[in-house]
């Protein structure tokens, strides 16, 4: 996944100015796994995404490509 993904993770976190720990139970995710995501430490999968993308009335792919 490209890091522009990971960036943009943290950029619709940050303009709705919830922590990784808020968006994680908002999406029903663990705090470490998010924090993970948002660090390049996990992968995004489709499923995962399609959560984020909801949360923030995007489609999946508005996340994974420009």
Do not use: V
């Amino acid at each position: 996944m490209s890091r522009q993904c990971y960036e943009k993770l943290r950029a619709l976190r940050l303009a709705k100015k919830l922590s990784y720990k808020e968006l994680a139970l908002k999406l029903g995710l663990s705090t470490s796994y998010y924090w993970q995501l948002e660090n390049k430490k996990k992968n995004l999968y489709y499923e995962t995404a399609k959560k984020i993308a909801s949360y923030f009335k995007l489609k999946p792919d508005d996340i994974f490509f420009d």
